[in-house]
């Protein structure tokens, strides 16, 4: 029998290609129904806001049209998000307007047209991703300060009179306008915001049903049947005709103002768009989540491409007079809710737009515009959000919220949104330079207690409470924090070893009150990041050692109290362990267990291994959530089919792992020192007039391993290189062997092996040298050579489909 080594590359012959040019079947142009079913409610979102948007701005009413069906078109065909919907943004209404006031709309047509090449020089440059790393504080208070200004603007149109030139006027402007009220135009604001609110509420089947056309087209139609039936009194929109309809010109004003509203428009419709694009990704995630993988879904986010789109539809907006062109977030959230599947979605709304503004114009000019006013007006108040807001409070960043919000409304955005950057820095600073440290007598030692960050900025009072401490006593100094650089250990240190001179003691202790160990000479000292503590480069102590009765080999102190001891407690370890893990790894973790939880475990292996404390499957397998279905028993025994004894657990687990999870193969793990394996070879015949241990019963499922390694008809398993150590080592691999046997009884597993689809590996884990071992085996199913090898530091996966042997390293 042939040796398998499933740690090393094999290479593939490359498939045989007739000469000359291949043969490329013809292409044909595909649109799904669900594209089609999708672009339809989209459609019917996209025309009544693109409307009360450009009636926000100030702009031309068949701007906003424009503006829609370049976004579908354009930017659905070549942005990076196949399912964003991009169109006239509700964020861009405010700089919109304010470039209208101060240059005029053409002029304001050819900064869109700028703002569009700069984007496209972003995207060549590759630095979408540094839109993302902008605070959300200051994200989400930049839109919610947009939010507020929409809405104090339109509340004028809806009240029946006209906005002012700034939200500030807009608010000292509402007392008199609220004096001299429309009661036509209240009345059909009034009914359009009740059905906007009240719609998407409907209960039961037959709300259902309804709430599948849009709220928005449905409060705007029925406003406008309203007015047009009651004979009220209140402006309609007015298409003039397409021939007449504004190009952009050159702009005509100081260049630092042009250059101001160029990176606005940059800025706002980038960082919307491509945060838009991220939450649409996550929208796709949890719709598909239920469907079988493999199936072809949508593709993820190209972010610099996205960005690419996304200016080259503000070229071709600016450039045929529309407004500014973003990602919207609705739209987008409509067009995956309706089930689309790829970019056809987008682009058909916007040729639904392009036909509407053709051939519905006599229907549109009968649309009040104080409903779309109050679309416009109910839309700006949602940008407000209460999530975000608790988000912020939940992360104390609502300081550099409310700050980003109030000089948005007040000043300006680029104002607004480099004030909330100034506060986050100095937020960041203070929490980096916030330390607190005391110092008390506790159980007839000195304890000095730092907590926060230990920077240079704290080094004058650590300076002080040090040396506050008599010489000769004994010091505990307790480090509560993450970070220490240079300039305070160095004061640490040399208070340390004047201390130690004078006859003193010193302990350093992490978060959780465990000792540190102390540096070696020269070693780098840091706080470890999972500890929170001291710890030198050459230290043995590691993050998981306050765990155990470790032993570094420093001095141990000279009293130990009844506090030290409850210290200690099992309690106290798990609490502090868990603090830990919230502080430092959950952070690190959390969205990819909040992916896993919305589209649940996939695991590729069932991983069936003992229940001894010292291995730890996740660390020798360089493994993380989701790639591990793990089942620990004492021994790791597989009992063989009605022989459980009452205990299903196991059968269970494969049956689970191998017909429901669809694992791809399964690994039985045994180790060195196993106690089960002890206890086997230690165990005599069962005595009749003593009931057997819970303990004795389950290690029955064992003998079949004991009576392998006795028979001569097997061949003894060993390690490659070396023979077992002693009887004990050769019943854990033997054991590993017979247990691999008992999987393959199982109908579900033996099915799956004949299929093809799955593979079994046996693996032996020393704990003394920290070194996996493979089982090396044929490509035959029921043949083994028995023999382990060694599995290298620079083991790679086997590159043959359809295998996927198992990566270990030698731990370090």
């Known amino acids: 029998m042939t040796l398998c080594t499933p740690t090393r590359t094999t290479t593939r012959p490359h498939l045989q290609r007739p000469h000359g040019p291949p043969e490329r079947p013809p292409r044909r142009f595909r649109i799904a129904g669900a594209d089609v079913s999708a672009s339809i409610p989209v459609f019917l979102i996209a025309l009544p806001l693109s409307l009360g948007i450009a009636l926000a701005t100030g702009a031309p009413l068949q701007a906003g049209l424009v503006a829609a069906a370049v976004g579908g078109i354009v930017a659905g065909r070549l942005g990076g998000s196949p399912l964003q919907v991009s169109g006239p943004a509700a964020g861009l209404t405010v700089v919109t307007a304010e470039l209208i006031q101060r240059y005029g709309w053409r002029a304001t047509c050819a900064i869109t047209v700028l703002a569009g090449l700069t984007q496209l020089g972003l995207a060549a440059l590759r630095v979408a991703r540094s ?14 300060g947009i939010g507020v200004t929409i809405a104090l603007a339109q509340l004028h149109i809806v009240l029946g009179g006209n906005p002012q030139s700034s939200p500030v006027a807009n608010v000292l402007g509402l007392p008199a306008q609220l004096a001299d009220t429309s009661v036509a135009a209240i009345t059909v604001s009034a009914l359009t915001i009740t059905l906007l609110l009240l719609w998407p509420r409907l209960p039961g089947r037959t709300g259902r049903l309804l709430r599948k056309v849009p709220a928005a087209l449905v409060a705007v139609a029925a406003a406008t049947a309203v007015a047009a039936f009651a004979g009220l009194a209140v402006p309609r929109v007015d298409l003039p005709s397409w021939s007449s309809h504004a190009l952009p010109g050159l702009p005509d004003g100081p260049v630092l103002g042009i250059a101001a509203g160029v990176l606005t428009i940059t800025l706002v419709t980038s960082v919307q768009s491509l945060l838009s694009a991220v939450a649409v990704d996550k929208l796709v995630a949890k719709r598909d989540s239920g469907r079988p993988a493999g199936g072809g879904g949508v593709p993820r986010s190209r972010l610099d491409r996205e960005l690419a789109g996304q200016g080259a539809a503000n070229v071709v907006s600016g450039a045929l007079g529309g407004l500014p062109v973003a990602g919207v977030a609705v739209r987008s959230v409509a067009n995956v809710s309706a089930g689309a599947v790829s970019r056809n979605s987008s682009i058909l709304h916007g040729f639904w737009i392009v036909l509407a503004a053709l051939l519905l114009v006599p229907v549109l000019d009968l649309i009040p515009l104080p409903a779309l006013a109050a679309l416009v007006m109910v839309v700006g108040v949602q940008m407000v959000s209460i999530t975000h807001i608790r988000t912020v409070t939940r992360h104390r960043e609502v300081l550099v919220y409310a700050v980003t919000v109030a000089g948005v409304v007040s000043v300006g955005i680029l104002e607004g949104v480099a004030l909330g950057i100034a506060v986050a820095v100095a937020v960041a600073m203070h929490r980096l330079a916030r330390t607190r440290i005391t110092r008390e007598e506790r159980d007839g030692r000195q304890v000095v207690h730092i907590r926060g960050q230990l920077t240079f900025l704290a080094v004058p009072r650590l300076s002080r409470a040090l040396h506050q401490i008599p010489r000769g006593a004994d010091a505990v100094v307790e480090l509560d924090g993450s970070f220490m650089d240079h300039a305070a250990y160095e004061t640490l240190h040399d208070w340390q070893s004047a201390h130690l001179a004078h006859g003193g003691t010193v302990e350093t202790t992490g978060p959780a009150g465990d000792r540190i160990a102390e540096p070696t000479a020269g070693a780098r000292t840091t706080v470890a990041p999972h500890s929170g503590g001291l710890t030198g480069s050459h230290s043995c ?60 475990q996939r695991p590729s292996q069932l991983f069936l291994t003992c229940a001894d404390s010292r291995l730890v499957t996740s660390m020798i397998t360089s493994s993380g959530p989701g790639d591990l279905f793990t089942v620990r028993n004492v021994g790791n025994l597989v009992p063989l089919p009605g022989e459980e004894s009452g205990d299903d657990s196991v059968a269970a687990a494969i049956e689970y792992a191998v017909e429901v999870l669809r694992v791809e193969s399964i690994t039985v793990c045994g180790h060195s020192g196993c106690g089960a394996m002890q206890a086997l070879l230690n165990s005599g015949p069962d005595d009749p007039a003593t009931p057997p241990t819970p303990l004795r019963r389950w290690l029955r499922h064992g003998r079949p391993s004991l009576e392998r390694m006795a028979s001569r008809r097997h061949v003894w398993a060993r390690i490659s290189g070396r023979l077992p150590a002693d009887a004990t080592e050769q019943l854990c691999l033997t054991n590993v062997v017979q247990q691999l046997e008992h999987l393959r009884a199982y109908e579900s597993v033996a099915r799956r092996l004949a299929e093809g689809t799955l593979t079994l590996h046996g693996m032996y884990f020393h704990v003394g040298e920290a070194q996996a071992y493979l089982l090396a085996g044929t490509d035959e199913v029921h043949s083994y050579d028995d023999v382990f090898d060694q599995v290298p530091p620079s083991a790679v996966p086997d590159a043959r489909p359809g295998v996927e042997p198992l990566e270990a390293a030698r731990a370090s």
């Open 541 to 600: 102590c590691r993050p998981w050692t306050p765990w155990r009765n470790h032993q570094c080999g420093e001095q141990q102190p000279r009293h130990r109290t009844h506090a030290d001891e409850a210290r200690s407690a099992t309690g106290h370890r798990l609490a502090s362990g868990i603090g830990a893990f919230q502080r430092n790894t959950a952070p690190l973790v959390r969205d990819e267990l909040a992916r896993l939880a919305r589209e649940g």
């Open 131 to 144: 839109a993302l790393a902008v605070s959300p504080a200051i994200v989400h208070g930049m839109l919610a």
